[in-house]
Structures are given as C-alpha cells and as structure tokens.
C-alpha cells in the first residue's frame, strides 16, 4: 500500500518571550520543527539555516534511505551554522534542535538532536519515539529522577546537544506507518509546560490536524505559554 502524510504546522512566540526562534517545515515528504538558541536574533538565524538545508530533501527523489538523507542534511546544517559564527563572533553559542521526519514508501526515519521532540498516536496510545538530550533526561534514565521530577527541574532546559557547528550524535529510527497514524512534532515549549496525558488526549479527540494544533498552541497559552511554542501534526492516510 501507498502513502501521503498530510500535516499542518503552527508556531507561537508566547506570551513572555520577545521573538520567536523556532521554525517548522511541512512539506509532502519532510516535517520538522527546530527551536534555535543562541538569543536574539542568533536563535532565529541557526533555526532558519537548519530549515533551509533540510527542506531541500522535500523536493528530492525518493532514495529508500531516508535516514542517510536526513543525517546529510543536516550535517550540511551544520557547516553552514559553522560558518555563520565565524563571519560574526557576536554569534557565538549560536544552535538549534531539530525533530524530523522523513517518508520513505510505507515508512517515515523520525531523527532528532536535543528536546525537541516526536510521538506517535497509534490504536489509541501516545508513543514518544524520540530521547531527549538533555541533562535531566540522562538523570532520568540513571534512576535519579522520574519524569514528573524532570518536568519541574530548573534545568529541563539545560541540552546536552545541539546542531550548532560543532560535533553532534543525531539518534534515528525507521517506522513502519499504517493508514490512521498521527505524528506529533513539537519543540519544548510545548512539552515542558503541558503534561503527555493532555497532549494525548488532544491528538486523540481532535481529529481535524488544525484544530488539532490549534488547541496544542491553546493550551499552552493557557498555563502561560513562557516560551516559543511550535506543533507539526501530521497524518497519515492510503495514498490514491
């Protein structure tokens, strides 16, 4: 069987922060989101560079390797943010994360760097299928804090990673989809400050994908929305 993915994508500065770093794609191939660092506006500038170099793939061949593609691209990301704090020192520090994913014939390569992060809403149950990399994940899987203690940390934000010109470790996976799938791309801003549970529900209840991200970026207004927000909902459906 064939398949489309059909997404929608939708970004927010919130109510604190003065500019908006994150960005997200959707095409017919590609989805991401990527929340960039580095404050104003080299965050913006990093977030956009990643962007650009991986929405190329939208437009590419189908090559059956869509993980090799991705790591490509963004190792091209890389270069290019590289480059760009070495034309400007005051952009030193300068990153972004990145949750993407990829369609490949009946499957999708879901790859991320940092906290931004994917799930997968599949026979009425939310799967994240990304790791964050981030400090208090890494207390997390020793034992020393549960999730719930992770949420409320003062350094959940604290990354271990990022594409920010230097070396970095992106971790991939290949997903089998079926017709009824539902992704979730999000950027921290969204996962920090509402609970997987309510997450869940929306993606469940909300059948229509903009409806859908609206309530997402909803809900984070509603609980004081600190930081820039960004939501891919993206579904997948049998393709004519």
């Known amino acids: 069987m064939r398949f489309a993915v ?18 997200v794609f959707v095409g017919s191939r590609l989805f991401l989101v990527a929340d ?26 189908d090559t059956g390797e869509p993980l090799q593609e991705l790591v490509a691209a963004l190792d091209t990301a890389n270069d290019r943010i590289e480059a760009a704090v070495a034309d400007d020192g005051t952009r030193d520090g300068m990153g972004t994360t990145v949750t993407a994913l990829l369609l490949s014939g009946d499957r999708v390569a879901a790859l991320n760097v940092g906290d931004s992060r994917c799930y997968l809403v599949r026979n009425h149950a939310l799967t994240q299928l990304t790791r964050d990399d981030t400090y208090v994940q890494e207390l997390v899987d020793q034992g020393v804090l549960t999730r719930a203690d992770a949420r409320r940390h003062p350094q959940r934000a604290l990354v271990t990673q990022a594409v920010q010109g230097g070396p970095f470790r992106p971790a991939g996976r290949m997903v089998q989809i079926r017709a009824g799938d539902r992704f979730l791309l999000c950027s921290d801003g969204l996962t ?3 609970t997987d549970e309510a997450i869940g529900e929306i993606l469940l209840r909300r059948r229509d994908r ?12 509603a609980v004081g929305a600190p ?6 909902v993206c579904d997948v459906v049998a393709a004519a």
Do not use: F, K, W
């Open 227 to 232: 930081d820039n927000v960004s939501v891919v």
């Open 6 to 23: 059909r997404a929608v994508g939708a970004t927010h500065q919130g109510l604190v922060r003065e500019n908006n770093e994150d960005a």
């Open 36 to 61: 960039g660092m580095g404050g104003l506006p080299a965050g913006e500038l990093a977030s956009d560079i990643l962007v650009r170099a991986l929405a190329v793939l939208d437009d590419l061949p």
């Open 192 to 194: 920090d400050y509402v």
């Open 210 to 221: 903009y409806d859908c991200a609206r309530q997402l970026i909803q809900r984070t207004l």
